[in-house]
């Protein structure tokens, strides 16, 4: 009597009938949707077996030389598939390797060992118009930086940063992105341009200090949401104050004046203490 056997997915059915002529079988197994209740949750009779409690098919049957060569013909095609998919695979990366520095070129980076080049030293606002007539890019994360080294004006400095360190390249959407840890990696590529600072809090929260001797150092001008304002930066010896105001004030850089002011709150910016004031008054010496 030959022992059939039925494709490996099937092993654990059970073999109701053979037809030894056409090599068919019906094979049946409990059914997984109701357990072989029948029934299934508050819909009553299982829609998937009928209320058999069984699920049912016929299938090809084989004599055990004929399964072994079967096993053996699938486990080849698995492998063309898996060597197929690999291949692709490969492909692709090649092609999304090759979209990559097609773009880095496009944007004007060398598409072998792209570099950043952030803009930094001084405050870049008071430059932005010439930033711009040279090609540079901005953004919150990185601030102005341009593909390539620049003669910056006097005060300011570059330094580069590895691209891959500020964008991912997603090769479905052929498109970079910027990451979620750029902004930290450009404050410490910038921090190598600005001086060590000695700078330290000045008086507590609300506290009100009068009469500072204190040298202005800039002036900002910004369109924010309520309209025009200045940032005011003065010197303290090595101690940086601040104040945004809407009121233009009668000074210029370098001036030494007489400065009274609430401490609004103490900041750290790039790596410097701060103290920020409100509700100033400026006296000339």
Known sequence: MTEWKVAPSYENWEIKSVD?????????TKCDKCGGTGEYAWFGVCFKCGGSSYLQKEVKIYTPEEYIKYVAAQARAKERRIEVAEARRQAAIDQSEENKKAK???WG???ENPLIWLVGGGSTYEIKDWLKEEGCKFCKELGWY?????????GYGMVSIKFEDAYEW??????????KEAKEVADAALSSLVPESHSEFIGDIKERLRDLCVTLTAARTIDGY??????????????ILTWITSSCQDIEIGDKVL??????????YKGIKQTVLSRCIIKKE
Do not use: C, Q
């Not at 030894?20 to 049946?28: F, M």
């Not at 400065?259 to 750290?268: A, E, N, P, S």
């Open 20 to 28: 030894e002529t056409n090599h068919k079988a019906i094979i049946r």
């Open 104 to 106: 880095l070129a496009e």
């Open 109 to 111: 980076y060398d598409p």
């Open 146 to 154: 341009s593909n390539k080294p620049l003669d910056v004006p006097e």
């Open 170 to 179: 997603f090769p479905i959407t052929k498109r970079f992105e910027i990451r």
């Open 226 to 239: 309520y309209g025009m304002s200045t940032i005011y930066t003065f010197t303290l010896g090595e101690n």
């Open 259 to 268: 400065l009274t002011g609430t401490v609004k709150d103490h900041t750290v």
